[in-house]
């Protein structure tokens, strides 16, 4: 079956319907690039080369229908067209990808194209819950970074639905329901009236077939015919408006609009009334919109209304007197019109036209009998934006694509993401979230073992910034635990409160072992040390009180064997309190300075090392080839001694680590199991990218010498694809 667009037949012959596009262009849009049009059918055709669609149709009419109801039924610019021809490269063909429609076409066509692209792919998840109705509206605006993604995706809607009959029923049924509920409205708010109501007609013939052929039945003659009978009733109430003397002594102007209801517009009415469609006065709506400020001009027009067409009785409803509870104010009435046939007339002036068009809610949910709830779509700044391309599309000039692009290019949810959970339900995060705000999303166990995450089927770091329409799925390990590093890298409160309390009660457990690591050595040494004297230590070994002592202790960030100078200081000289004022340090001690491992190279037992003094006298374990060696003598006048590992007693060393392999579903895992199986390693930490078919990741253990991270690195080595393993020196 060929598709008929006006009296051509699409999808006989390529070279004709090149033609007949090119002359749809000159006679809609005057003005456009010949040669894009051009570029953009040929390519179209050759990405679906061979392809036919559930109907048997070439698949490439389907693109081209699209591009002729972006022409004729929006209408929109050259640029919109060429999209339209290439909205579906990339979701059904393998010839050409992104790259190749930038090249070819320009970034612009490649972001329309890649906006209709991603929504595809949000279609696909087939979200059908009530409660996710609003978030996918939300994800649909966050997706609109340019109005023609939306505005092709409506002509895209419009094409399918006309051709729902060949889909199985609970596919066609499934795609009524979401034109309903998403796109209908999205039309209806961008002034797009006809493609909203034929819209609803299709989804409600496919959800509601029984009612929708009693009501098309009960109908005399076609929309068409009622659409020709509404100019013949509103013609005489134009002529005597006109010729009024007192409306044109007083400078009275109006605007005469009609219409006739489409079938799914009735259908409502009929539910709301309790009617029959016999019953309703008001399947031909005509309103007239004055404009004057003084309320009594619409008692006036209906006056001489009435002496052209007479009332029905009891349907004159003065809702100015006594306007709506959200103030709807207008003249509701019905009249009898050429042939006997009733007509609905509303007379309103122009300020009640405004409130009427901005202050209803959005009507979603008609089938399921609820009442108009709020949505995102009345949000003030949403309902400006798109009055703004109402007001285009109502005033359409030769100026219109270039005040399409100026003053409705812009992303509508900047502060506001949305993603997917593996199980397709949607989930919003502030902008920059990150799979860290994910993962505590879901649990704070989940949360605190988070490693990484694939997006989208590919592997990506902690810090990841998500993106609109992502798929997220978390990976962890039991090994896995939270570090300050991480409040960096999240965006949500929550995700912030749950790491700050892991770290504070994590603290608190490495301060009791310092403590009893403290209170052994004094056992050990048999000293007796008061508060004061204990705080005025601490200070002299440049922690700001006793618990960072402790942390220190009991995170082996500082050497025991180093404090054990003092204990030995204190037995042979007795304790004198001076001696531990700040910034007086022991005479007799070796070492007397706070030892740490630095951080830029982590040292293990067994490296060739070299230490760093401050000023400060804290002395810092470096590995001999570490480059911020140098820079720390030049900049900090450090001094650099000899240093030997028989000096220092820390007994575990955290040890950075980078493993690159190719990429494979099951590397997460045994990468882990390998870590985590090798005896006396602990993983504190694994951040994982995925890249162009590789993964890298960078891996935080504890072990205890060169020796054993060469164990680590021989068990890493046998893990499936991978490729190399390095200690990081920053």
Same mark, same amino acid.
């Given at each position: ?169 609970? #596919? ?14 999205? $039309? ?5 009236? =006809? ?22 039945? &009960?109908?005399?003659?076609? #929309? ?13 109430? %134009? ?17 005469? !609009? ?52 007479? /009332? ?56 399921? @009998? ?52 593996? $199980?397709?339900?949607? #989930? ?15 649990? !704070? ?11 989208? @089927?590919?592997?990506? /770091? ?76 601490? %200070? ?48 007799? !001690? ?7 491992? $630095? ?38 006048? !450090? ?50 990218? &995925? =890249? ?34 390095? #200690?990081?020196?920053?």
């Amino acid at each position: 079956m060929l598709i008929e667009s006006k009296k051509y037949i699409i999808g006989k012959d390529t070279n004709a319907d090149l033609s007949y596009l090119l002359v749809r262009c000159k006679k809609r849009l005057g003005k456009f690039d010949k040669n894009l049009i051009k570029s953009a059918f040929n390519l179209c055709i050759q990405a679906h080369e061979g392809k036919v669609r559930k109907s048997g149709e070439p698949f490439y009419t389907h693109s081209l229908q699209v591009a002729i109801i972006v022409i004729d039924e929006i209408p929109l610019d050259d640029i919109s067209v060429a999209s339209a021809l290439l909205h579906d490269v990339l979701n059904y063909s393998e010839k050409y990808k992104l790259d190749d429609i930038r090249k070819q076409f320009g970034p612009t066509v490649a972001e329309i194209v890649t906006g209709v692209h991603k929504i595809k792919n949000i279609e696909s998840y087939n979200i059908d819950q009530l409660n996710q109705l609003e978030n996918y509206r939300k994800l649909l605006l966050s997706l609109f970074t340019d109005v023609r993604i939306i505005l092709i995706k409506l002509a895209d809607r419009l094409h399918n639905m006309r051709t729902l009959e060949y889909l199985p029923v609970d #596919r066609q049924i499934y795609l009524a329901n979401e034109t309903l509920e998403v796109y209908a409205p999205f $039309a209806n708010r961008f002034g797009l009236r =006809n493609l909203k109501w034929e819209l609803e007609d299709l989804a409600f013939k496919y959800t509601y077939r029984k009612e929708y052929d009693s009501i098309k039945s &009960s109908l005399r003659g076609t #929309r068409k015919e009622r659409e020709e009978y509404v100019d013949r009733f509103t013609a005489p109430i %134009k002529e005597k408006l006109e010729k009024d003397r007192f409306l044109r002594k007083n400078r009275i102007k109006f605007e005469i !609009s009609g219409r006739a209801k489409h079938i799914f517009s009735i259908y409502n009415k009929m539910r709301a009334r309790q009617k029959a469609v016999g019953e309703l006065y008001d399947l031909v709506a005509v309103r007239i919109i004055i404009n004057s400020n003084d309320d009594n001009m619409c008692f006036y027009v209906y006056g001489l209304i009435a002496a052209i067409y007479p /009332p029905v009785f009891e349907t004159f409803k003065d809702y100015i007197n006594a306007p709506k509870k959200n103030g709807y104010q207008s003249i509701h009435v019905a009249v009898v019109g050429p042939d006997k046939k009733p007509v609905e007339i509303q007379i309103r002036t122009e300020r009640m036209h405004r409130i009427s068009e901005h202050g209803f809610a959005s009507h979603f949910g008609y089938k399921r @009998g609820l009442l108009p709830a709020q949505s995102v779509l009345d949000d003030k700044n949403i309902q400006e934006w798109m009055d703004t391309v109402r007001v285009i599309f109502e005033n359409t000039s030769e100026e219109t694509p270039q005040q399409l692009l100026e003053s409705v290019k812009k992303n509508l949810f900047m502060d506001e993401i949305h993603v997917f959970t593996p $199980a397709n339900e949607l #989930r919003a995060f502030p902008r920059d979230a990150t799979p860290l705000d994910f993962a505590f999303s879901i649990h !704070s166990e989940i949360g605190y073992q988070c490693i990484g995450a694939k997006v989208n @089927g590919k592997i990506v /770091p902690l810090d990841y910034k998500l993106h609109n329409g992502d798929q997220v799925e978390i990976l962890t390990s039991a090994n896995q635990k939270p570090s300050k590093q991480w409040l960096r890298i999240v965006a949500t409160s929550r995700a912030k409160t749950l790491i700050s309390k892991y770290i504070r009660d994590d603290q608190k457990k490495v301060e009791e072992i310092g403590r009893n690591i403290w209170l052994k050595n004094l056992e050990k040494h048999n000293l007796k040390i008061d508060q004061d004297d204990l705080s005025k230590l601490a %200070k002299s070994l440049n922690y700001k009180d006793i618990p960072e002592f402790f942390v220190a202790l009991g995170s082996h960030k500082f050497d025991i064997g180093r404090a054990n100078d003092y204990f030995k200081y204190m037995l042979n000289d007795g304790f004198d309190r001076t001696k531990f004022e700040p910034g007086n340090k022991p005479a007799k !001690s070796k070492l007397t300075s706070k030892i740490s491992i $630095a951080e830029c190279c982590c040292p293990l037992k067994d490296d060739k090392i070299t230490g760093l003094i401050t000023d400060s006298n804290v002395l810092t374990i470096h590995r001999s080839e570490c480059p911020r060696v140098k820079k720390e003598i030049e900049s900090n006048h !450090s001094k650099q001694i000899n240093v030997d590992w028989n000096d220092i007693s820390i007994k575990e060393f955290k040890s950075h680590i980078h493993v690159t392999a190719s990429e494979h579903p099951d590397f997460v895992g045994e990468l882990t199991g390998a870590i985590v199986g090798c005896e006396g390693i602990t993983l504190e930490g694994m951040d994982l990218d &995925s =890249n162009a078919g590789r993964t890298d990741s960078d891996i935080v253990v504890v072990l205890k010498s060169l020796s054993h991270y060469k164990l680590l690195a021989d068990r890493i080595s046998k893990v499936k694809s991978f490729e190399s393993i390095k #200690r990081i020196i920053e």
